[in-house]
């Protein structure tokens, strides 16, 4: 069975420092990777994609990956109150129409 | 590009009754979309892949004689939850692929299902 984990926090990080999530996976043939926020009561918005190991960035997020690790993360440089979310790790192992084994989430506060 | 509309935002119903949820791709053609649930504090669990013009694909353990999935064109996907009881109370999220972005889902606003 695929699994996706994540530390479920909540983690509380400064505004302005950088915030690291952290996500490990299961499925070995796992190739998409993704991570989603989501606000209460809200669907999840995509952040990030990633598909091949080492790190991808895009403005103030950066996604970094590790396949031999099975580990995949999300670094929030200058982190903003709006930040504070629950972020989502979600994993595909591709094919094209399977749908996403998500992890829990982790809670993410950011302290003004 | 890549809007995915779901309706209704939220619903109450008397437990017995059926609702209806309908997820529409607005401007592009989506063969498959599939249908998430979550509840409070947990994540998306994957009920089923709804694929047009053919029978959707439950996951283990959603009945499918309960939710029912019907994806009669390449734009429009249902859900209907059948004799709702208060335990199918939860967040129901809709979600297509849009193929030139690869594997990429992109979800609908949600509906919120609150069975009395």
């Known amino acids: 069975q695929k699994e996706v984990e994540q530390n479920s926090g909540p983690l509380s990080v400064p505004e302005g420092a950088i915030a690291s999530l952290n996500c490990t996976y299961s499925?070995?043939?796992?190739?998409?990777f993704f991570w989603y926020r989501q606000y209460s009561g809200k669907s999840p918005e995509l952040i990030m994609s990633i598909y091949s190991n080492g790190d991808k960035e895009d403005g103030r997020f950066t996604a970094q990956l590790n396949k031999a690790s099975q580990y995949v993360s999300l670094l929030i440089r200058d982190s903003q109150p709006s930040d504070s979310a629950t972020y989502l790790c979600?994993?595909?192992?591709?094919?094209?129409?399977?749908?996403?084994?998500f992890g829990k989430g982790t809670h993410l506060i950011i302290q003004p | 590009g890549a809007v995915v509309s779901q309706h209704p935002s939220w619903v109450i119903c008397k437990s017995g009754t059926s609702v209806k949820i309908e997820c529409r791709s607005l401007?592009?053609?989506?063969?498959?979309m599939f249908w998430y649930r979550q509840f409070p504090k947990q994540s998306l669990m994957l009920m089923a892949t709804?694929?047009?013009?053919?029978?959707?694909?439950?996951e283990q353990g959603v009945e499918k004689d309960k939710f029912l999935i019907n994806h009669a064109s390449l734009t429009l996907s249902t859900l209907t939850v059948t004799s709702a009881h208060p335990e199918d109370s939860s967040f129901y999220i809709c979600?297509?692929?849009?193929?030139?972005?690869?594997?990429?889902?992109?979800f609908g606003s949600g509906t919120q299902l609150s069975v009395l």
């Open positions: 979600s297509a692929k849009f193929s030139p972005l690869g594997e990429k889902l992109f």
């Open positions: 401007d592009f053609q989506a063969t498959t």
């Open positions: 979600a994993v595909s192992s591709g094919g094209g129409a399977d749908g996403l084994t």
């Open positions: 709804s694929n047009e013009g053919s029978k959707a694909t439950y």
């Open positions: 499925d070995r043939v796992s190739q998409s």
